[in-house]
């Protein structure tokens, strides 16, 4: 034992020493912690300024944004959870890591090149905590403990290697705390280190923590100027989809106006625990039997939905900005902040009643950008504000690049390392490539490919349907006209169709392909 013992102190101290002494010498490779939540709004982060920041403020994330760069046009590639997450690992749009879309899609081949398999070869400790959503077990990583599945708010279950177990707890504090245990591990080990720290919070349906529960109940929030968008000048994509208040977003199982609450297991609400439980009615009860009792309708009863849809969504929000303060709070006192990349984003954007909408998937703005803040202290200038379009698709590799690893040819991203530094590349890309392909399914967004630019939007919705569109958006911020057909137009559109083309065989894209994954 005495001998053994010895041996483990002495070369724990020596690796202690090196880290030290490299740390000194300015030589150890940065710590990156990558924070996701899920389905975040960049309009709902106080950072990024707009209607909802003096009500409902986000004063941790925005600390990213103080000491770093806010990224206002970071596009996804397929605005949707487990597409959005395969491309963060691979640096692969869809078509070539295979993971298209949530529903009716094989496990995520985990045996693919990742870049936490990458990272850790190269020597850093790797961990991912929190949703997962890509139906197979984590590879690449020294630890890691996901949620089943989208996961539950509250008592959750989580997956370890060893199976399954339930916490007693609401998911986003579970969530946070093991983070802080294992970066407390990770800080000893003389390893840099890589955490993937990602929240269920805020997805549907919105169950606020047991600190939240009272936080917006009596406040009123600005609502959009398109929540009762009617689609017109837009195509049968958009007065098809099912996803707006109106009709699709549920008074019981999405607002919590429950009357029947067997329904309440249809959200896992039923896993509260009698005291979370009295609580949670506590708050609700009154809501409730003051809803039941006003009979609301048409306008009135859209505008009500909207009201208790973000007092709940920006409740959820709240818990999520008190784990990010959690964490930059652990980091400050552990004296780790001086050499950690923090990120902060989602998985994609979310709509906010603009259009008359929740949920995602489509190219419009609010679901095709995701919010992006990044600090790395010494290194990004405190305060920035950037407009160059960059992509969740970048991530791996300027993760690679933060930490000194080579960057394989075969990712289609570009590294964000010079924009960190504070240089944009003179040819950084002037447009950006999209492909979304869950239809038929939840909320019944047709399938379409498209690109960006700064000012023009080119969609192609072809599957059941075979309808462009193109918007631009200097002249149309809140993306309500199809220009497709207009004559004044005509140029503009053939030199985007160019481009789109050119983006298509640089992706090695096409809708052949698509078709060949997802027969009609
Ligand atoms: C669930 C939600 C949908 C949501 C998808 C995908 N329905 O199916 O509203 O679009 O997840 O979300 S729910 O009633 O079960 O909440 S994603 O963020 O995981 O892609
Ligand atoms: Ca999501």
Redesign the pocket.
């Given at each position: 034992m005495q001998p053994d013992f010895k041996l483990t102190t002495l070369i724990g101290m020596a690796a202690l020493c090196c880290h030290q002494l490299s740390a000194q010498n300015g030589q150890q490779r940065p710590n990156i912690i990558y924070i996701m939540s899920?389905?975040h709004a960049y309009q709902a982060i106080s950072a990024y300024g707009g209607a909802l920041k003096d009500l409902a403020a986000t004063p941790n994330i925005d600390r990213i944004a103080r000491e770093g760069i806010r990224f206002d046009r970071c596009l996804v590639t397929n605005s949707?959870?487990?597409p959005c997450r395969a491309v963060i690992l691979t640096g692969k749009y869809s078509h070539l890591n295979g993971f298209l879309r949530?529903e009716g899609q094989k496990p995520f081949d985990g045996s693919q090149q990742t870049f936490p398999k990458l990272l850790q070869k190269a020597g850093y400790s790797t961990a991912m905590i929190g949703k997962w959503?890509l139906g197979s077990d984590p590879t690449g990583f020294d630890h890691w403990e996901i949620l089943p599945g989208?996961g539950s708010y509250y008592n959750p279950e989580f997956i370890t290697s060893q199976g399954r177990h339930t916490e007693k707890g609401y998911v986003t504090e579970l969530i946070t705390d093991k983070c802080i245990e294992w970066l407390e591990d990770a800080k000893d080990s003389g390893k840099p280190f890589m955490l993937m720290m990602h929240h269920k919070a805020p997805?549907?349906?919105w169950q606020p923590g047991p600190n939240e529960l009272t936080l917006y109940k009596d406040i009123t929030f600005p609502e959009p100027p398109t929540l009762f968008d009617d689609y017109s000048n837009r195509g049968k994509a958009e007065l098809t989809q099912d996803m707006t208040i109106s009709k699709t977003m549920r008074l019981e199982?999405d607002l919590k106006l429950y009357r029947d609450r067997s329904k309440m297991k249809n959200?896992g609400l039923n896993r509260l625990d009698p005291s979370q439980m009295a609580e949670w009615d506590s708050v609700y009860n009154p809501i409730i039997r003051k809803f039941y009792a006003s009979d609301l309708s048409g306008d009135e009863l859209v505008r009500f939905k909207y009201q208790r849809y973000l007092q709940d969504y920006l409740a959820c929000i709240a818990a999520v900005d008190k784990s990010v303060g959690e964490v930059l709070d652990y980091l400050k006192e552990s004296g780790l902040d001086k050499n950690t990349v923090v990120i902060y984003s989602s998985?994609?954007g979310f709509y906010l009643g603009e259009h008359g909408w929740f949920?995602?998937r489509f190219m419009f703005e609010e679901s095709y950008r995701t919010p992006l803040l990044i600090s790395w202290p010494g290194v990004t200038k405190p305060g920035t504000v950037n407009e160059d379009i960059v992509s969740n698709i970048d991530l791996p590799e300027t993760f690679l690049e933060i930490a000194g690893v080579e960057v394989p040819s075969d990712m289609q991203g570009r590294s964000m390392l010079p924009i960190l530094k504070g240089k944009t590349p003179g040819n950084w890309r002037k447009e950006h490539y999209y492909h979304y392909y869950e239809y038929p399914g939840?909320?019944m967004v047709k399938r379409h490919y498209g690109m960006s630019t700064q000012r023009y939007k080119l969609i192609h919705y072809y599957y059941d349907i075979d309808e462009w569109e193109l918007y631009d958006r200097q002249a149309d911020p809140l993306e309500m006209k199809n220009m497709y057909d207009d004559p004044s137009y005509a140029r503009i559109k053939k030199k985007l169709h160019k481009r789109l083309e050119k983006l298509m065989l640089k992706y090695g894209d096409s809708e052949e392909l698509a078709r060949s994954f997802l027969p009609n």
């Open positions: 899920d389905d949707i959870s487990g949530n959503h989208q997805h549907r349906d199982e959200t998985d994609q949920d995602k939840s909320h």
